[in-house]
């Protein structure tokens, strides 16, 4: 594909980025990423897991498309105060084209633990019953190259952008033995106290749920199904609906599928009892040039990790 070409289809991707959200905020995380490092999408996750836990994520990277949006995250949690206490940070950064977000946060959750009946694996390291709130304080930074497309003679293209908007997020999460519910809107401020007047930032609502069927009769083996909403002024409500199978702690396998935009699917490993890899691989059902991408998830926790025995 020769430059004019690049340059055509890439503007292509910014006017219906810009005329579908008005300005970029942050890419829906992926299956994986959402499954494996809730944390990143919702703060009352922070120090649901007994030992705290570090995580790095991708998506897009290895996508040969000049342009194509592209994710990674940082981020790391622990709990404190038996378990009460969550606390939390991260760093995610989303490119499109000539576009680029990278945000900053740390996060607080508290947790209101209840004595349920469960039927669990053994070796499904979670709290079973727990209702935790929690909230994010940060700063995304945004930035515009548009002089890098070259266009001289339109005066919206004639600087770049640069902004930058304090970010407060909240978040909710009820987690039971058989199901889960979490909603979070990861900035609640908008662009409110942007350094930008010219800004119109259209920030998600994302609700999470996900049920887990487990037969004492299979103990090493766990079914999850999830669901993904997200709702975004202006944009079409986006669902992912997703199912995920557990082999103790030992191997994950799943797949899923986005309204209107893709069918997902992951592997996954164990490894060292502390750490845990997770490959996913998107698979396009739009017309979109981008094509299919590839990104992973991986987890590092301390002390004994995702051990079982």
Aim: charged share 15%; proline share 4%.
């Amino acid at each position: 594909m020769n430059l004019k070409n690049n340059i055509t289809v890439l503007g292509t991707i910014i006017f219906t980025m810009l005329g579908m959200f008005q300005c970029y905020a942050q890419q829906t995380p992926t299956f994986s990423e959402y499954n494996y490092n809730p944390f990143i999408l919702n703060s009352a996750y922070a120090g649901l897991t007994a030992n705290t836990e570090l995580s790095v994520s991708n998506a897009g990277y290895f996508n040969d498309f000049e342009g194509s949006p592209r994710s990674f995250s940082l981020s790391g949690h622990g709990q404190l105060n038996r378990g009460k206490v969550g606390l939390g940070a991260g760093i995610i950064r989303d490119q499109i084209g000539v576009t680029t977000s990278t945000s900053f946060f740390g996060a607080y959750s508290y947790k209101i633990f209840f004595d349920f009946e469960d039927n669990r694996p053994y070796w499904q390291l979670y709290n079973p019953g727990v209702l935790s709130f929690g909230i994010t304080a940060g700063v995304q930074q945004y930035q515009d190259n548009l002089l890098d497309l070259g266009i001289m003679d339109d005066p919206n293209f004639s600087e770049n952008i640069s902004a930058t908007i304090p970010t407060i997020g909240l978040g909710f999460l009820f987690n039971h033995a058989s199901f889960y519910v979490g909603f979070s809107a990861p900035n609640v401020l908008g662009d409110a106290l942007a350094s930008r007047d010219d800004l119109n930032l259209e920030n998600p609502i994302y609700g999470y749920f996900g049920y887990r069927f487990f037969n004492n009769r299979f103990q090493d083996v766990l079914i999850k199904p999830n669901m993904l909403l997200k709702y975004e002024d202006g944009a079409p409500l986006q669902a992912d609906i997703n199912l995920a199978v557990s082999f103790k702690n030992k191997f994950e396998i799943g797949g899923g599928y986005r309204t209107s935009s893709s069918v997902n699917l992951l592997a996954g490993v164990y490894l060292f009892d502390s750490v845990r890899f997770i490959y996913n691989y998107n698979i396009t059902t739009n017309d979109s040039p981008i094509g299919n991408t590839h990104g992973f998830v991986l987890s590092y926790q301390f002390g004994e990790g995702y051990k079982i025995d």
